[in-house]
């Protein structure tokens, strides 16, 4: 304990240290947290202007300098868009496809995990390698001959093979996802369970599926993205217009629809914004009302394992 | 009942045993069934298949005719796509990963800190994500516009820069493209990584206080290797998900201006779908998978030096 008298200087230099220190790391953490506002600001600005775009008239569009907000919101544009291209009706063909995807996924892939995780048999872990070793394959090696197999079928230009894939397995991911979590269930819970005489569909659908909501809940969240985004597939499969997903009618709205209009020279970029606002949507909305799901989902997946 | 009776008891265990055990094997087959029929259908036959049409000639509806190595000696030789749109994607590899690894960490590294508000911040950097790819490349597509867009814009009324040409200047298309997925995919990746950061043992970076170690101390003798593993996993995945680039490009660019965004799955895709080279094109398809497999073998071999995983070193010294 130094007194002022004796020691004066000493302590007011370590007052001195003490201040810089302080100042030196609130500049750090200062730094540190404006880069984060500008990342964000830098990351969610793109959004705001295709937000800002879709609600302008073709005047307004590319001005310099350009508008930051539409002076007066054109919310029509989002019903204008549908007459030029049956986009409602792309949206609700999306629509159909994500949901009966996302349910076949999920029922699959929670099956498949089950078995790997809870029952014993031959092969197992060699099984399970190949799965995890699928998840590396590029998509590319399978192509043509699973489009030869559709065309087989007479399934081209039918949504069938975009959706019954996703219930033959549901994506090696996911089995993983699943697995992982199963695994982690108490072996009690499962052996109480057969002792009361459960059989391993009830345990399934009564016990299992339950405690597995969060993952459940994310997985849902990564197939609707996964499906509504799609690109190639409604590419390959789909070629008449009305049943154009989304993701392609975008396209053929740049392509096809705008270009024709444009060729008298108006800007066309409301409209184009207008559709990919629209398409953003339904995966925004869903993400923002399960956010809590997902996050808690991820982590409890385990996934850096 | 009789004869369980008259049986000595650890032969009657025996039985019951293995009366459980196939009826376990059983229940077990039945829930892997669609994964087995799947991966039988969709994996192993195609697989096969499109080996097989590697090696000839299908110009489709026609049937296929076997000519042997003649895909693969025209890949490597006469088509000069070829190696355009493997430079292209290595290009396009080379730098999106790195470059998207190290964002993604330094995201990360700034949503570890306990601050105001953190589930906003983290939900706007992975909103960008959540976009599908033909609107976000529509979104790029008229923010980079060179002469009405925003980014040229600012560069002139700020800095009297005249912007390049992004989308339509053969040099700067990949850049661009590698801008969008910096933005795209940044918030996922760094999802991954924040759950590995969150893993890290607070107690590692406490005894390293007490040692007096500092800020960059800490993070390059703690963070890094503890976080080795979660990196390795994004390096591997990030790699083999850029070599498949194509829906970016196919919507923006067409693979232009002057086959500048003209990348490896664009020209198969074009080669078996426009062109209905059925047989060129599937060589192509086996020479990527090649390709990402030579390069995910050569990055677990190098993971020995670098990964660090707590039970000790990846690959043990010979």
């Not at chain 2, 800095?159 to 200047?169: D, K, Q, R, Y």
């Amino acid at each position: 304990m130094t007194t002022r008298s004796e020691a004066g200087t000493l302590q007011s230099k370590h007052e001195r240290n003490a201040r810089t220190r302080r100042q030196r790391v609130s500049g750090f953490n200062l730094l540190v947290s404006l880069l984060t506002v500008a990342l964000a600001v830098l990351f969610v600005f793109p959004l705001y202007w295709a937000v800002a775009s879709a609600l302008k008239r073709p005047v307004e569009l590319n001005i310099i300098p350009p508008l930051w907000f539409p002076p007066n919101p054109q919310w029509q544009n989002f019903i204008m868009i549908n007459d030029t291209i049956p986009f409602y009706r792309f949206m609700w063909n999306t629509a159909v496809v994500t949901i009966l995807t996302t349910i076949g996924g999920v029922l699959s892939a929670s099956l498949v995990g089950y078995g790997f995780s809870h029952f014993r048999f031959r092969g197992r872990n060699v099984l399970f390698l190949i799965v995890l070793s699928t998840m590396m394959l590029p998509s590319e090696v399978t192509l043509i001959p699973t489009y030869l197999i559709f065309n087989q079928l007479g399934w081209i230009d039918s949504f069938k093979p975009l959706i019954v894939p996703a219930y033959l397995g549901g994506g090696a991911f996911s089995i993983f996802l699943f697995r992982q979590f199963f695994s982690s269930i108490p072996k009690e819970l499962n052996d109480a369970a057969k002792i009361d005489g459960c059989n391993p569909l009830r345990f399934y659908l009564s016990i299992l599926m339950p405690l597995s909501i969060p993952v459940t809940i994310t997985l849902c969240i990564l197939y609707f993205q996964y499906a509504w985004n799609d690109l190639m597939g409604p590419l390959l499969y789909l070629t008449s217009l009305e049943k154009y997903t989304v993701s392609v009618g975008l396209l053929f709205l740049r392509t096809q629809a705008l270009s024709s209009i444009s060729q008298r020279g108006a800007p066309t970029e409301h409209l184009l914004m207008a559709g990919s606002v629209l398409s953003m949507l339904p995966a925004l909305i869903l993400f923002f009302l399960l956010q809590r799901y997902f996050i808690r989902g991820v982590i409890m997946s385990g996934i850096k394992g | 009942m009789n004869q369980a009776q008259r049986l000595p008891l650890p032969a009657l265990r025996k039985q019951k045993r293995s009366k459980q055990a196939l009826a376990e094997e059983r229940w077990g087959y039945l829930f892997i069934a669609p994964w087995i029929l799947g991966f039988i259908i969709f994996i192993v036959g195609p697989m096969l298949a499109s080996l097989y049409f590697s090696f000839t000639q299908y110009s489709f509806p026609l049937t296929p005719r076997w000519i042997g190595l003649g895909n693969y000696i025209q890949a490597f030789s006469k088509d000069e796509l070829f190696p355009t749109s493997l430079w292209n994607t290595v290009y396009y590899v080379g730098l999106s990963v790195p470059l998207g690894v190290l964002l993604s960490l330094a995201l990360a590294l700034l949503m570890d800190r306990n601050i105001p508000g953190r589930p906003i911040w983290r939900t706007i950097y992975y909103l960008p994500s959540i976009v599908p790819t033909v609107a976000a490349a529509f979104l790029f597509l008229y923010i980079f516009q060179p002469d009405y867009g925003l980014i040229n814009g600012w560069l002139w009324r700020l800095f009297a820069i005249e912007g390049p040409g992004w989308f339509i200047s053969r040099v700067w298309v990949k850049p661009t493209l590698i801008l969008l997925s910096l933005w795209a995919a940044g918030g996922p990746t760094m999802i991954i990584i924040l759950a590995g950061l969150q893993g890290i043992p607070g107690e590692l970076y406490d005894a390293a206080e007490v040692d007096g170690a500092d800020r960059w101390q800490k993070f390059l003798n703690i963070t890094l290797p503890m976080l080795s593993p979660t990196l390795f996993f994004v390096s591997v995945t990030g790699l083999i998900g850029a070599f498949k680039i194509f829906s970016a490009a196919y919507v923006s660019t067409g693979g232009g201006p002057f086959y500048g965004s003209y990348f490896y799955v664009l020209h198969l895709f074009t080669q078996a779908f426009r062109h209905w080279n059925l047989g060129y094109a599937s060589a192509l398809a086996w020479i990527l998978f090649v390709i990402i497999l030579i390069l995910t073998l050569v990055q677990f071999k190098l993971a020995g030096r670098w990964v660090y995983y707590e039970s000790g070193m990846v690959d043990e010294p010979k």
